[in-house]
């Protein structure tokens, strides 16, 4: 009977971290949009010349209309409430489960994100692959390589790219996301480890700015470190790179992979492997700083509001 109820507790504590991680999340994506379109142009788009990301949505808004570094919100927006609430959700379930009464270390809340984040990809992956394909649909690219797509809309993409291209192509970059579980594994325990800095061992709730300023270093590490991998990421997501495949799809995702990495380092040199990256950290690091400041506000005060207290071994 104890254990029932420790089971109902523990999952209804996770449900609430889940839809306000989900929540959060949604809400600070909305309002750097923008910057986040002009990330994915820098990336796909190797022949622009502009670098600067006021440059770059200038360029934009002036080609393509006012509204076009909106291009593509609504499915970006439902990837990214799935994929919050399915990481959250895992990550404070397993950090639950596995630790129970013991304490939360960096090591630990490393491989715990990094469970959570390997059934996020898997889950998610088709969901980022049709939403980045919407969200460039119709823009103007300089490379003329690109061919352009003609959806209606998400459900049009996911039948269009099955027909195509096969159901696999759904899961277009799935190794580089797999890498990549590396970058919210960092990101949670660069910012539960600071969170714990700043308690000090006293269970308090951290002010606004703690949490905005831990959840903006965090971040802004986790994607220095990993921008490479998340560029791949974009142009195999995009679906415009062929190569021949092999018998193994790990071993052709793989080969895939390097080419990518060594042609972009041929043609634009080490620095090419983190074009954008000015754009991405100003957009990642507002972004997840916001997200985490309304996660643990919604968080707390649902937990405030029912009566409960937040589970401890999470801080």
């Known amino acids: 009977m104890g254990s029932e109820k420790l089971v109902e507790v523990f999952t209804y504590e996770s449900l609430v ?37 006021p440059a770059v949505l200038a ?75 919407l969200k460039l649909q119709g ?64 269970l308090r709730e951290l002010s606004s700015l703690e949490v905005f300023f831990i959840g903006a270093v965090a971040k802004a590490i986790a994607t220095t470190l990993t921008y490479p991998l998340q560029t791949i990421q974009s142009i195999l997501r995009f679906g415009q790179h062929r190569q021949p495949t092999e018998r193994s799809r790990v071993l052709s995702s793989l080969r895939n992979v390097v080419y990518l990495l060594l042609n972009r380092v041929r043609k634009h040199g080490i620095l090419g492997l983190f074009k954008g990256l000015e754009a991405k950290l100003l957009q990642t690091v507002l972004t997840a700083a916001l997200m985490f400041l309304l996660y643990e506000k919604i968080a707390s005060s649902t937990f405030r509001l029912m009566g409960l207290r937040r589970a401890g071994p999470s801080h």
């Open 139 to 202: 823009a103007k690219f300089r490379n003329t390589d690109i061919h352009p797509t003609h959806y209606t809309g998400i459900i049009d993409a996911f039948a269009g790219i099955i027909r195509d291209e096969g159901v696999w192509a759904l899961w277009n970059g799935t190794l580089p996301s797999l890498l990549l579980v590396m970058n919210p594994a960092i990101q949670f325990m660069i910012y539960e480890g600071l969170k714990r800095q700043l308690r000090r061992g006293v």
């Open 59 to 133: 360029e934009i808004i002036k080609e393509e209309g006012l509204l076009a570094p909106y291009r593509g919100w609504f499915p970006v927006i439902c990837s990214l409430c799935c994929s919050n609430f399915v990481y959250f959700y895992c990550f404070h379930s397993l950090k639950a489960s596995w630790l129970r009464s013991q304490r939360s270390t960096p090591g630990r809340d490393l491989l715990i994100g990094i469970a959570a984040g390997v059934v996020n990809v898997l889950v998610t992956t088709p969901l980022w692959v049709v939403n980045t394909r």
């Open 17 to 53: 971290h889940a839809v306000a991680g989900a929540m959060g999340s949604v809400t600070a994506m909305t309002v750097f949009f923008p910057l986040d379109t002009a990330r994915l142009r820098l990336q796909v788009d190797e022949k622009r010349k502009a670098r600067s990301t």
